[in-house]
C-alpha cells in the first residue's frame, strides 16, 4: 500500500484522473470494439522484437525481425554469431549497430539465468519482480518489460509508447511533464489492471487515429468533454 500511495502523491488530483478514466474508457470501448487478450508471440519473440521496435516503425521491427529469423536458426546461434553479421542481418529495424549487441546481451543473460534461451519464468515470479529483472538488462526499460509482461503473458502491467504518453497527458490522467517512463506506473494506478491490454491498445488506436502529435483532429474526437487538452487549449481559444 506504501508504494501505491507514493505513486498516488504525484498526481495533482489521483481521484480526478481515476473518475475519467470510467466515461473514457466506456467510449473508447464503443469506438474501437471490446478487446480480450490474446497471445500474439512467446514471450521470447515479444522481448527480441521489443528491442528491434526501439525508434522504429512496426513495418521496419518486423522487417528486421523476419530477417533475423530467416537467416539464424536458433536464439543460441545469434548469441554467439558475429556481431556484425547479426547487425547486418537486423538492418532494415534501424540502429542495428546499437541493437545487435543489445540483443546478444539479453540472450545471454536469460541463459545465464534460466539454462535455456526461454523467458516463461516471468509468468511465474511476482510481477514488480519480474519488471525488475527485465530492465536489469542492459537495453529494456519499463515500456519493453511491460510490453513482454502484458502481451506474451497477459500479466498486469501497461505499457507506454509514444502515442499512449501523448494521449493519456493530453487527457489528464497523468500530469502534463510527466516523463514515459514515470507514466508506466502512474497508468497502472489509474486502469483496473483487468483494462490494461485493452486501455493500452486503444490509446494507441486513438493516438493514430485521432490524437496525433501535429494538428490532433479534435474536432472529431469523442473524447473533447473529458479531455484537458480540448477543455483548456481548443475549447477556450476557440470561445476568445
Not at 547486418?88 to 543489445?102: C, F, M, S, V, Y
Not at 498486469?156 to 493530453?170: E, N
Not at 493516438?207 to 473524447?223: F, I, K, Q, V
Not at 487538452?229 to 476557440?238: E, M, N
Amino acid at each position: 500500500m506504501a508504494k501505491k500511495n507514493n505513486i498516488q502523491d504525484k498526481f495533482d488530483n489521483f481521484e480526478r484522473s481515476k473518475a475519467k478514466y470510467i466515461p473514457v474508457s466506456a467510449i473508447l470501448s464503443d469506438v474501437y470494439g471490446v478487446l480480450d487478450w490474446s497471445r500474439g508471440q512467446d514471450g521470447m519473440d515479444e522481448l527480441i522484437s521489443c528491442i528491434l521496435s526501439q525508434n522504429t516503425n512496426d513495418k521496419n521491427r518486423d522487417r528486421g525481425f523476419n530477417a533475423l529469423k530467416e537467416r539464424f536458426d536458433t536464439w543460441e546461434d545469434i548469441r554467439f554469431a558475429d556481431t556484425a553479421d547479426v547487425i547486418d542481418a537486423i538492418r532494415p529495424a534501424g540502429l542495428a549497430n546499437q541493437k545487435a549487441p543489445r540483443i546478444q546481451n539479453a540472450l545471454e543473460k536469460i541463459y545465464e539465468h534460466v539454462g535455456d534461451y526461454n523467458v516463461d519464468f516471468l509468468n511465474e515470479i511476482p510481477i514488480e519482480e519480474a519488471k525488475d529483472w527485465l530492465v536489469s538488462i542492459k537495453g529494456i526499460g519499463p515500456k519493453t518489460a511491460a510490453i513482454v509482461l502484458c502481451f506474451a503473458y497477459g500479466r498486469p502491467a501497461f505499457p507506454v509508447d509514444t502515442h499512449v504518453h501523448r494521449t493519456s497527458r493530453r487527457i489528464g490522467f497523468i500530469p502534463d511533464k510527466t516523463t514515459a517512463d514515470a507514466a508506466h506506473p502512474m497508468m497502472e494506478a489509474v486502469v483496473p489492471p483487468d483494462d490494461y491490454y485493452q486501455f493500452h491498445i486503444h490509446l494507441i488506436q486513438h493516438g493514430r487515429d485521432t490524437c496525433h502529435a501535429r494538428n490532433p483532429a479534435c474536432e472529431r474526437c469523442p473524447l473533447t468533454d473529458h479531455c484537458d487538452y480540448y477543455q483548456q487549449t481548443v475549447k477556450s481559444r476557440d470561445s476568445e
